[in-house]
């Protein structure tokens, strides 16, 4: 898998192909693939907007910004063969991008706790090292193992 800056081009190629489950979030959560197309367009080659690429395809894009005070906003979209052959790997990127600009908002804390909106995989955020402690069906949140 190689890690690249974002491109409006990789944003096309998600969203033209992106996989129902995709679609079934973006209902969830209010939007549509064209509004969320417009907003990963907009932060290609900003820090952190991130496509994914295996074999000169793009599998997957990423983006997170700040939302306030130490709060961020992450999003991602994949096409489904994408995602089911560079998950494993996404999951260590997402981590690690995570811990790097979190411990470097809150001096070495790390992140203790998250929220996910829509559905989620409960072994997704095990495998980064979080228990799953409160859900409503809608909103799950998860806490740091040992925090």
């Not at 064209?34 to 932060?43: I, L, P, V």
Request: with cysteine; charged share 30%; glycine share 8%.
């Amino acid at each position: 898998m190689n890690v690249e800056n974002l491109t409006k081009e990789d944003v096309d190629s998600i969203f033209d192909n992106l996989w129902s489950r995709g679609h079934e979030e973006l209902i969830i959560m209010g939007s549509s693939v064209e509004e969320a197309k417009r907003k990963f367009k907009s932060m290609a080659g900003k820090p952190w907007a991130t496509a994914f690429h295996k074999a000169g395809v793009c599998c997957a894009v990423f983006i997170m910004e700040p939302v306030g005070e130490m709060k961020w906003r992450t999003q991602f979209a994949a096409t489904e063969e994408g995602f089911k052959s560079i998950w494993i790997s996404l999951t260590k990127f997402f981590k690690k991008a995570s811990d790097f600009i979190v411990n470097d908002y809150t001096e070495g804390k790390g992140i203790i706790e998250l929220f996910t909106i829509g559905e989620n995989e409960s072994d997704w955020f095990n495998t980064m090292g979080f228990n799953l402690i409160e859900t409503d069906g809608f909103i799950d949140k998860y806490e740091k193992k040992g925090a």
